[in-house]
């Protein structure tokens, strides 16, 4: 008997050490390192993520970038974002390159089961979409915002359009954890991404979160109070409560299943406040290379490894995530590319510093900041002191030149190792008819507009075109054929009633389709309704479908293009997207 006792006792701690910990990524967008209650802000109340931060590490200086997708792609690849071809946040510019390895394919090797639910803002076309970066399992939308958060149009799963289901966050939220519950049945590790896409406008939430804040006093006020709009902040604050009650769902998911000690989970944001409010009283907000603009909460709970209440005060960055998390899971690859982050394992086991005196560089435009741990060189070229002046007030460059001329030297050699890699202007192509894609996705906001047509909105992200009332006026995309084949098209539009009649051209080389819009829309908008603040991003529209026909594409690449040789009436319509399926593959000779 004590034998088998012993047998039993050695087979169970082999089992706990080659049984390989799930891990949880959760990143909120537009989310300041203020907003939330953990860090001192008495305007919110965010007691999930407080738990979180309780129960394992809080990272004290954390940065990511100063705008979405290039923290989303650093995050992913562990390499700083112009590496992989990330430069703006729309327009295809915020896709990663083919050749980047993504922290997905690597877990997924390594016997992990991946999803991603929620924003992903790193390209649309398969292959840049997410099933095409590692992730089995997607739900989402792989755009920079949407225009409604209550039953979303025009979400994504595994490149499928679908309609959502109540708030967003609480939509994907609901899909993340019935793919955990999935993975837990069948005993299979899973490396999870649930990509929140508040505090980010359109400022819309349930009203059980802001019946709370409708007519709350904003205590903690910005650094100049006159710069804050409170009823913006009231409006971020129960977005940022909305986010805690799912984050708490999740939380009680993984008691109830048994994952909690097995389970690491990691919460950051993927930028600065996106208005002036309470931060710290750090300088900057979104867009902005200074501490503020790229200071980030960071938590990474894992029981059955961190001690609770752990403090890590050494500088990190989203770019060391992938190293720290493989490490965690001891996942051992080499890695295709050499990354610029580093393992952080050793700071979370409360082991020495990995890398005491490293320098951290932030990057947006033209604007390049560099933080040590106790200074920070920026943009303009001033020396803050972080320590002493966290509000970086004071110039201290003066007092600490050899400080200030190494930093200099650092960003200038940067810019030319790093920021060189980054090709401009873009030209790659968008990509249709990949043969491991369902469909081809070609929005509104990827679209070259010709002639007189607009936008619906400055932000291309959720825009639909407008004003096409010339026939000379067209749309077109850069593509590239990836299959020579038949592709049924079809595009999403509004018209109303008195504009109907119009013909629409979709061609390619000597290919062409045309088709009558004959069928109206209700062109109500959609949006501000349900808007706590007024909007800045483009409203909704009801748009439907109309099939054009079927069309032959060739192989290579050319320019795509819709137009509208006859316009019946006022428009021809209102355009948001152009889907194309492959109905039959043909032979790629004679392209």
Request: glycine share 8%.
């Amino acid at each position: 008997m004590r034998h088998l006792a012993l047998l039993s006792a050695i087979l169970l701690l082999v089992h706990s050490i080659a049984a390989k910990p799930n891990v949880i990524v959760i990143i909120s967008d537009d989310q300041g390192w203020g907003d939330l209650s953990s860090n001192g802000n008495t305007n919110v109340h965010t007691p999930n993520i407080d738990r979180l931060s309780e129960g394992g590490a809080h990272f004290d200086r954390f940065f990511v970038s100063p705008v979405c997708s290039p923290t989303r792609a650093e995050f992913l690849t562990g390499r700083y974002h112009p590496r992989s071809g990330v430069s703006r946040t729309s327009s295809g510019m915020e896709r990663m390159d083919l050749d980047e390895e993504t922290i997905a394919e690597v877990m997924k090797r390594a016997g992990y089961r991946t999803g991603l639910f929620g924003k992903w803002h790193n390209g649309t076309q398969y292959p840049y979409h997410p099933n095409g970066r590692g992730f089995e399992e997607y739900y989402g939308f792989t755009s920079g915002h949407l225009a409604q958060y209550f039953d979303s149009q025009f979400l994504d799963h595994n490149g499928e359009i679908v309609t959502g289901k109540g708030f967003i966050i609480d939509d994907v939220t609901e899909h993340a954890m019935g793919y955990i519950k999935k993975s837990s049945a069948a005993g299979e590790p899973f490396f999870v991404c649930l990509t929140y896409n508040t505090p980010h406008t359109p400022m819309q939430v349930p009203d059980r979160f802001w019946k709370d804040y409708v007519a709350k006093e904003i205590v903690l006020r910005a650094g100049r109070p006159e710069d804050e709009d409170p009823d913006f902040t009231r409006a971020s604050l129960a977005m940022s409560e909305n986010i805690d009650w799912n984050v708490g769902r999740v939380m009680a998911q993984l008691d109830e299943l048994g994952l909690t000690d097995d389970t690491i989970v990691v919460y950051l944001s993927d930028n600065g406040p996106d208005t002036w409010r309470w931060n710290g009283g750090m300088k900057g907000k979104k867009g902005m290379t200074d501490e503020g603009g790229v200071r980030s909460p960071l938590i990474v709970r894992w029981p059955a490894g961190i001690k609770p209440r752990s403090l890590v005060r050494e500088i990190a960055s989203v770019i060391d995530l992938r190293p720290t998390l493989t490490d965690l899971c001891g996942i051992k690859a080499v890695p295709a590319k050499p990354l610029d982050g580093i393992s952080l394992k050793s700071e979370l086991l409360d082991g020495p510093s990995t890398a005491p005196d490293r320098i951290l560089f932030s990057h947006w435009g033209d604007k390049v900041s560099a933080r040590t741990q106790q200074y920070r060189y920026g943009a303009d070229g001033a020396l803050y002191d972080m320590v002493a002046d966290p509000g970086q007030k004071l110039d201290v460059s003066g007092a600490h030149p050899k400080v200030a001329a190494k930093l200099r030297i650092a960003v200038a050699q940067w810019r030319k190792e790093v920021l060189s890699e980054l090709v401009l202007p873009d030209t790659r192509p968008y990509v249709v008819g990949h043969p491991d894609g369902p469909c081809t996705q070609l929005p509104a906001r990827d679209a070259d507009l010709n002639g007189g047509l607009k936008r619906s909105n400055r932000y291309p992200n959720s825009s639909f075109v407008t004003s096409w009332n010339d026939p000379a006026d067209y749309l077109s995309w850069n593509v590239s054929v990836a299959t020579r084949g038949l592709y049924r098209a079809e595009i999403y539009y509004a018209c109303p009633a008195a504009d109907v009649g119009s013909t629409m051209k979709l061609s390619f080389g000597d290919s062409v389709v045309t088709q009558k819009v004959n069928i109206p829309t209700d062109a109500k908008v959609i949006g501000p309704a349900d808007d706590r603040y007024p909007r800045t991003v483009s409203v909704d529209k009801p748009f439907r479908t109309l099939e054009l026909g079927t069309i032959l594409l060739r192989h290579g690449k050319g320019e795509l293009r819709l137009s509208a040789p006859k316009i019946a009436h006022n428009q021809a319509l209102e355009f948001r997207l152009l889907v194309l399926r492959k109905v039959k593959d043909l032979p790629a000779t004679g392209d």
